[in-house]
């Protein structure tokens, strides 16, 4: 079965620092994706970035970079340049075989940044 | 802006009343999904709307159900609310999958449901 593990409960980092959240996939299928969400305290689920599993280079997004090692297994999320708008949850997800895009979550990291 | 909507925000109701979360789109996307979040945890899929066939996870209670009358509304129907049903309900919406793409998930702002 597939399955997506995030290790850090919590992390803290400074502003203008970059910070890495760790995330762990398992899956016996050739071609799967992986996903990051931020949940800020108000709830609502915003989509940051995609890395495709027959993707050669890492994915990037303005401030967001996926550190993606397919033979570990792993897609960490970099976030560079923190601000304090950053502190949030973050998820990381990866999309089931079948016909729709279903996606698995991690438990998730809150993410706090500091003046 | 294209988006997802979902109404109420925040919604209380009573051991056991039914109770009705909508969710809109202006997306136009086929896929419909209704997820549970309950503090500190990760979302868990309820279910999904692929066009109007309807998938439910095997491991959501009979005492969920939803509707979608069109492509653009879709209604998460909750017969006879428990308290352990009290979390965030979250709808979102992604386009038709194609080969070789993944298509992210669009999210609404959620609703939270308080059971009394």
């Known amino acids: 079965a597939q399955k997506i593990t995030q290790t850090q409960p919590g992390m803290f980092v400074q502003e203008k620092e970059a910070v890495t959240l760790d995330c762990t996939y398992d899956?016996?299928?050739?071609?799967?994706?992986l996903f990051w969400y931020k949940q800020p305290s108000s709830g609502e689920m915003i989509f940051l970035i995609y890395?495709?599993?027959?993707?050669?280079q890492n994915a990037t997004e303005g401030r967001y970079s996926l550190n993606f090692q397919k033979a570990r297994k792993s897609a960490n999320l970099v976030i560079s340049a923190s601000q304090l708008g950053d502190s949030a949850m973050y998820f990381c997800?990866?999309?089931?075989?079948?016909?729709?895009?279903?996606?698995?979550f991690g438990t998730g990291t809150r993410l706090q940044v500091f003046p | 802006d294209a988006m997802v909507i979902q109404n109420p925000r925040y919604q209380v109701t009573q051991f056991g009343k039914p109770v009705t979360l909508s969710c809109s789109q202006t997306?136009?996307?086929?896929?419909m999904y209704w997820y549970q979040q309950k503090s500190s945890q990760a979302p868990k899929l309820l279910f999904h709307?692929?066009?109007?066939?309807?998938?439910n996870e095997a491991d959501t209670p009979d005492n969920f159900q939803s509707r979608r009358p069109n492509t653009s509304f879709c209604f998460l129907d909750i017969r006879s609310p428990g308290l352990g049903d009290a979390a965030m309900y979250l709808c979102?919406?992604?386009?038709?999958?194609?080969?070789?793409?993944?298509?992210?998930?669009?999210f609404g702002p959620g609703t939270r449901l308080t059971v009394l």
């Open positions: 709307y692929y066009d109007k066939d309807f998938n």
């Open positions: 899956t016996s299928d050739q071609s799967y994706g």
């Open positions: 997306l136009n996307h086929n896929v």
């Open positions: 890395q495709g599993s027959y993707d050669e």
């Open positions: 979102a919406t992604s386009r038709d999958q194609e080969p070789g793409v993944d298509n992210e998930q669009f």
């Open positions: 997800a990866m999309r089931e075989g079948g016909a729709a895009d279903k996606l698995i």
